[in-house]
């Protein structure tokens, strides 16, 4: 079992591989090799020193023969070019999003048309491909079956990569599935250029002792999901079988991974109610056109039937999503934020 991760030195790479890593299996088939290709890498990371781990650097697109130099059992796409760097550079996001995934497609299809494995190919796509159009307003709650009308370039060509994915599948080159994520928060680190990134920026920042700009309106509702959720469902979504019933992929429709609906109010609420008013005044609401443009126009309310199927399910409340947060980089943030963000323990029992 060969299995081929791309963005493998991203956020969303490093969790997915350290998951795969921790149980050396995929679908109760032992893992021989886990291959992260990415343009960054970064050598220290104890997860590049894992044995079964092979590391490709460099663009997709000119590493593909290093990607497909022995059978690829299982290809987790992962890498992209993120909303806000879309918009700004067109051309950046058509080669990375779209040249990018083809070329990934038509390596995948020579190897089975050459006698090799059919590739399960794992697409991550985004709630960015939905949009209200003017003359088509999106309904109040969105499913698989609401029509992806997208307003932004990033929205569009994850739509186009849906697309490509469906007919290879469909025309037996790859076995694809889809994964349309919501946005992720809170995820650690430094901001990036997603539109979104905001979402992370408003709790990951105050709580390191930082200053932190909400560039929209506070009553703006989102679909948000944890980092740990996120990476349950890409996993679950990989290897499900096809079929009806519980468990199971139905069809080549993609999934909507499930969703939290919230506020951005509300994030804020729970920011001080977790960690305390010094921690969430640090906080400024400037709003910011551009970026309400196009996280406004992404839904915020989705039917979670078929993640249900999957047996995936949201996040209780983002109380849960910050105190995970909390848990899992408590390096990252300031010690008066963390100790007042700490659960009161329970009074002994005389």
């Not at 998951?19 to 970064?42: C, H, N, S």
């Not at 370039?153 to 469909?170: F, H, N, P």
């Not at 009806?244 to 139905?250: A, F, I, M, Q, V």
């Not at 969430?280 to 249900?308: H, K, Q």
Request: negative net charge; hydrophobic residues 45%; proline residues 8%.
């Amino acid at each position: 079992m060969r299995i081929v991760i791309t963005g493998g030195f991203g956020f969303l790479g490093r969790q997915v591989a350290d998951r795969l890593l921790e149980t050396r299996t995929f679908r109760g088939v032992p893992i021989d090799r886990l291959v992260l290709a990415d343009r960054f890498v970064q050598a220290d990371a104890p997860t590049a020193a894992d044995p079964l781990v092979d590391i490709v650097q460099g663009d997709l697109t000119d590493r593909l023969d290093d990607l497909f130099a022995e059978p690829v059992d299982v290809l987790i796409h992962l890498a992209s070019a993120v909303s806000a760097e879309c918009e700004a550079d067109f051309d950046l996001g058509m080669s990375a999003n779209v040249d990018g995934t083809r070329a990934l497609l038509e390596a995948a299809r020579a190897q089975s048309v050459a006698g090799g494995p059919t590739a399960r190919v794992v697409f991550s796509s985004s709630v960015a491909v939905y949009g209200s159009d003017p003359a088509l307003p999106l309904p109040p709650v969105v499913s698989e079956s609401t029509l992806p009308t997208p307003r932004s370039s990033y929205g569009t060509q994850k739509l186009v990569c849906e697309q490509l994915i469906a007919d290879y599948t469909r025309r037996g080159f790859v076995d694809g599935r889809v994964t349309r994520l919501m946005t992720v928060s809170v995820r650690p680190g430094k901001p990036n250029a997603a539109a979104s990134g905001f979402l992370s920026c408003i709790i990951r920042e105050p709580l390191a002792g930082l200053p932190a700009t909400c560039p929209v309106r506070p009553d703006l509702r989102v679909a948000l999901a944890s980092p740990r959720r996120t990476v349950e469902g890409i996993l679950r979504v990989a290897e499900a079988e096809r079929g009806e019933g519980p468990g199971r992929l139905n069809g080549g429709v993609p999934v909507n991974l499930p969703a939290l609906t919230v506020t951005v109010a509300e994030m804020l609420a729970t920011l001080r109610r977790v960690a305390g008013d010094a921690v969430a005044d640090l906080v400024t609401i400037a709003p910011d056109r551009d970026v309400e443009a196009i996280v406004g126009s992404w839904p915020a309310v989705f039917d979670n039937a078929r993640a249900d199927v999957l047996g995936l399910e949201a996040d209780p409340s983002f109380e849960s999503v910050v105190r995970d947060y909390l848990e899992d980089h408590s390096d990252a943030v300031v010690a008066d934020a963390l100790l007042t963000a700490r659960p009161a323990r329970p009074a002994p029992i005389d």
